[in-house]
């Protein structure tokens, strides 16, 4: 297994057993360099990533329970057993949303696509949806239009890795009624508080 590898960025040797994880909600599951304090999710490029791709997957487990441990801490949710839906048309977002949101505490429920999604709203009781703004067929900030004009009680927190610029959180708060828009890598901290935000609004 790799022990060292250079810092895309600053080119200091990084000890990757000791390296600390970053806390992103992103497929890229990666480290923050102790000399530069370079979070990887957003630095890893071809051919780099290549180099990396074997060192970063001998180090999954490790990373997993490390990364949720100092995300998480002894933080308590106000959620009360709320429900959180889950749509993204990648499986692997999926499962690392699903996993994240039990740990704090959430019951959760998942859908591949909006038209799946639309299914569990009518047929479980669900209190905030988590939704990628990119999907085949449906989109999610339509999907969001869609829920909220049969259940505008439902807290809808809109995610998108590509639109990210200020134009389109506004455009997906007042056009599509979205009470969250946040741009991925979502940080663990930051999805923290705004499902506490909204679980309050929604209890």
Not at 177 to 197: Q, S, T, W
Request: hydrophobic residues 40%; contains cysteine; charged residues 25%.
């Amino acid at each position: 297994m790799t022990k060292s590898l250079p810092c895309p960025t600053c080119k200091a040797p990084i000890d990757l057993p000791s390296a600390k994880w970053c806390d992103c909600l992103s497929k890229k599951l990666t480290i923050v360099c102790p000399s530069c304090h370079a979070c990887f999710c957003k630095l890893l490029r071809f051919p780099m990533e290549v180099e990396w791709a074997g060192a970063l997957r001998d180090l999954l487990e490790q990373q997993t329970a490390e990364k949720f441990r100092r995300a998480l801490g002894a933080t308590t949710p106000a959620n009360k057993g709320q429900t959180v839906l889950i749509v993204d048309d990648d499986e692997e977002i999926r499962l690392i949303a699903e996993y994240t949101l039990q740990q704090m505490g959430y019951q959760t429920l998942i859908a591949a696509d909006a038209q799946e999604g639309l299914a569990m709203v009518e047929n479980f009781r669900i209190d905030i949806v988590l939704t990628d703004a990119l999907m085949p067929k449906v989109d999610g900030r339509q999907f969001c239009r869609l829920i909220k004009l049969q259940h505008p009680s439902i807290k809808v927190i809109v995610m998108s890795a590509l639109y990210t610029s200020s134009r389109y959180r506004i455009e997906a708060l007042h056009e599509f009624h979205a009470d969250e828009y946040l741009a991925k890598p979502i940080h663990f901290g930051r999805l923290h508080d705004v499902l506490e935000k909204l679980s309050v609004q929604a209890a």
